[in-house]
């Protein structure tokens, strides 16, 4: 083959008025925490008339994000006349909107889904025919897989390889088009063996068949397409994994309408809605990101449209979704318009969740853990769910930008929810009860359990748990270039958003928890601790209760007189004191740490706290609660302090003159810490100088500069630190390690 495309392209140079172009760029990163790469990239394009090649040579040691490439790592071969193409070697087609067919090569998050083979197309006024054949090489990071590996690690574990085969025919007729296309795939498709958990393969075959059409007017135009997809596993092969194997006959939808308003006052608006509605595969909510069990769904060359809108700013940008492109119904709505002289104004809403709501199902208390199952109604969903179990999302986006004399502008605001994760768990054990389906000794053979008689305490529910993980965010963008003439401008970028992330609890218990109830007062008492002098296990008169139940902490004998609220050297309510004499009343020199305020010291009566919320709960009562995903660590105290909000500021300002160079300093902080792996912080030079002028603490700090060294070169450097996170690209999305106290550089040339 590389024979083949070196006489092509000798033959190419050797004819008449042949064209040499590309572009070239090298990237070159170094970190404190390690995070280091070296890429260079060189893309030729060669034509002369009807025939052009593209090369793209990459050596990489290591790449940024991927593995290892040194060497020619894609070409291609493009003969065109009037009405014809044919294409081969590397090769990115779509189809449509990229329901069937949607080819790309992003380094942003390492998806490169195109295929190696052979393209034929004509096209003239009247139809477009396209046909293709070749072999598509996916890579992907999976936690899944049997060679597990860190979601944020930056080299992928899993590769499947495509065998495609396909074609488009779209027929015009004035404004209107229809379009009918076909492709099917055979699948290598690597897999956990059932029996032995290690790595193994299976071929899977999968077809899709669709069809769209489209029109454009003067004042509206719009576009619908539909796909229906299988997925088969040949009989002759991979016995093993028929009874695992789920075939599932899906479908996808998509439309999109936009309406161009011309009447006063809203000459000039537009109004773009979008509809989705991808339902290729049926994967309850514990496997729904399990691709390498699911190997049903593992179309990556599929990329219909995302329905999101992808905003610039970071802040806003970190907020969206990874998208299902498998099950997920969805929509939004732009409308957009001028205002005045003032600017453009936005407004923007989207909705998204997935198609099916799924339940927990379990039999009953005995087999509680071994035949619980997921269930779902085969119904299909045309707006999206709110219910947490089907991971609803939503934003609302409202924005104004324009100019004022010499000051660009742009004001943002969005609202975001967001549930991202959703777990129902049965926490079961012994408990001392006898249940209905646990066999008993029935004594007196009337059929029904007494209390007298003996049973067989197995594993039953106790406890019904619901989580899930959730997203709310309100977020301002802003933005103000201030032109200085002559090429000069001053650049103010400011983000603010206060987001609260976390977990939701929801509990219901089967029966009461159990206590020993020692006063006979019916209700359960919180043990009230104290200072076991003499080590008899009771209280005693002249003990103290100096445990601190509420600081979680000891207190100090010299503290104790902080009890004296008002400083009047008397016991007044509310103020703590040890009853010393047992009569329940205050006398001098004694202090109580009354925890169920009864005014008493109550002895500790153990609790069987099943769903672990610390107070006593009775059968069939739901509880709620909410772990946040912040903390603040006073060092005052020396505590660790759970905080229900976090608020994260970006400032950015930018001096330039073009076309020739620009710099710029960002300053990025947060008001609270996140639970998650510990990352040591590594405080640079910059973050120093700083510190002199202001608290550096959980900040992050870089200086960037761009020049244009001519027309074709650009040259980009940067210093410091970028907090990691998520990134997404056409609804691909992937965790980014932070980049602590490092040197970035990219030079850039086109030739």
């Not at 030729?44 to 025939?51: F, G, T, W």
């Not at 490169?112 to 990071?141: H, T, V």
């Not at 308003?261 to 729904?288: A, Q, V």
């Not at 919180?526 to 600081?551: H, Q, V």
Request: hydrophobic share 35%; proline share 4%; with cysteine.
């Amino acid at each position: 083959m590389i024979q083949f495309i070196f006489l092509l392209v000798f033959h190419t140079f050797i004819l008449a008025q042949i064209s040499v172009g590309g572009d070239a760029e090298l990237k070159f990163g170094e970190s404190k925490n390690n995070y280091n790469f070296s890429e260079v990239f060189l893309n030729m394009n060669i034509s002369n008339d009807n025939l052009s090649t593209w090369f793209q040579f990459e050596y990489s040691e290591p790449p940024e994000i991927g593995i290892n490439l040194n060497g020619l790592r894609k070409f291609r071969i493009d003969y065109t006349n009037d009405d014809m193409e044919l294409s081969v070697g590397d090769i990115y087609k779509i189809w449509g909107r990229g329901l069937i067919l949607n080819q790309f090569d992003d380094q942003n998050v390492d998806l490169d889904n195109g295929f190696r083979g052979l393209s034929f197309g004509l096209i003239n006024e009247k139809y477009a025919l396209n046909l293709l054949s070749g072999l598509s090489n996916i890579s992907r990071i999976s936690s899944d897989y049997w060679q597990n590996i860190d979601q944020a690690s930056r080299k992928p574990n899993h590769f499947s390889e495509h065998s495609l085969f396909g074609g488009d025919l779209e027929i015009f007729s004035g404004s209107f088009s229809v379009a009918l296309s076909s492709l099917q795939s055979r699948e290598n498709h690597p897999i956990n063996n059932p029996s032995t958990m290690m790595g193994d393969s299976v071929s899977v075959i999968h077809r899709i068949h669709g069809l769209r059409s489209r029109y454009e007017g003067s004042s509206i135009s719009g576009y619908v397409e539909f796909a229906d997809k299988i997925t088969l596993l040949p009989e002759s092969n991979n016995s093993e994994y028929q009874d695992v194997f789920r075939p599932f006959n899906g479908f996808s939808f998509f439309a999109n309408l936009n309406y161009y308003l011309s009447l006063p006052p809203f000459d000039g608006w537009s109004l773009t809605m979008e509809y989705k509605n991808y339902n290729t595969t049926k994967i309850n909510p514990s496997e729904r990101n399990n691709y390498v069990k699911n190997y049903d769904m593992n179309l990556i060359f599929t990329q219909p449209p995302t329905v999101i809108r992808e905003h610039s700013s970071v802040l806003l940008a970190r907020l969206i979704p990874q998208v299902n492109f498998n099950d997920e119904v969805g929509y939004q709505f732009s409308l957009v318009g001028p205002v005045s002289n003032l600017g453009y104004f936005t407004l923007n809403y989207q909705a998204a969740s997935r198609t099916n709501i799924w339940e927990k199902e379990y039999p009953d208390s005995v087999n509680a853990l071994f035949g619980s199952k997921w269930i779902s109604d085969s119904s299909i969903t045309l707006m999206p769910y709110t219910d947490i179990v089907a991971f609803p999302y939503d934003e609302l986006y409202i924005e104004m930008e324009g100019y004022i004399k010499k000051v660009r502008y742009q004001l943002g605001f969005g609202i975001t929810n967001q549930v991202s994760e959703y777990h129902s768990v049965y926490n079961s054990g012994q408990n001392n009860v006898w249940d209905n389906d646990e066999p008993f000794n029935d004594l007196d053979s009337n059929g029904v359990w007494n209390p007298n008689e003996p049973f067989n305490d197995y594993f039953s529910i106790i406890n019904e748990r619901i989580e899930n993980k959730f997203v709310e965010a309100i977020t301002f963008p802003t933005l103000l270039n201030y032109s200085l003439g002559s090429g000069w401008s001053i650049d103010l970028k400011y983000e603010f958003q206060r987001l609260k992330a976390g977990t939701k609890y929801k509990s219901t218990l089967s029966s009461n928890e159990f206590f020993e109830d020692l006063d006979g007062d019916g209700v359960w008492d919180m043990a009230e601790l104290f200072s076991d002098d003499n080590g008899n296990g009771i209280w005693d008169d002249a003990e103290d209760t100096w445990y601190d139940w509420w600081l979680n902490g000891w207190i100090p004998d010299d503290q104790l007189s902080d009890y004296d609220i008002n400083g009047n050297g008397e016991y007044d309510p509310g103020e703590q004191f040890t009853d010393l004499d047992g009569d329940g009343i205050w006398d001098d020199a004694e202090e109580l740490m009354d925890l169920d305020g009864d005014g008493i010291w109550d002895d500790g009566e153990e609790l069987d706290d099943l769903n672990n919320d610390g107070i006593w709960t009775g059968k069939g009562v739901y509880t709620d609660s909410i772990k946040s995903n912040f903390y603040v660590y006073e060092n005052n105290s020396d505590q660790t302090l759970s905080k229900e909000f976090q608020n994260n500021h970006m400032l950015t300002l930018g001096l330039g003159k073009s076309p020739h160079w620009s710099v710029s300093l960002t300053i990025e902080s947060s008001s609270t810490y996140e639970y998650g792996p510990s990352v040591v912080s590594i405080t640079n030079p910059l973050e120093k100088f700083l510190g002199n002028v202001m608290d550096m603490e959980n900040k992050w700090v870089a200086l960037e500069m761009m020049i244009n060294i001519n027309s074709n070169t650009r040259l980009d450097l940067m210093y410091g630190t970028l907090r990691g996170g998520i990134i997404c690209s056409n609804g691909i999305c992937r965790f980014v390690p932070p980049f602590d106290d490092g040197f970035k550089l990219s030079l850039t040339s086109v030739f």
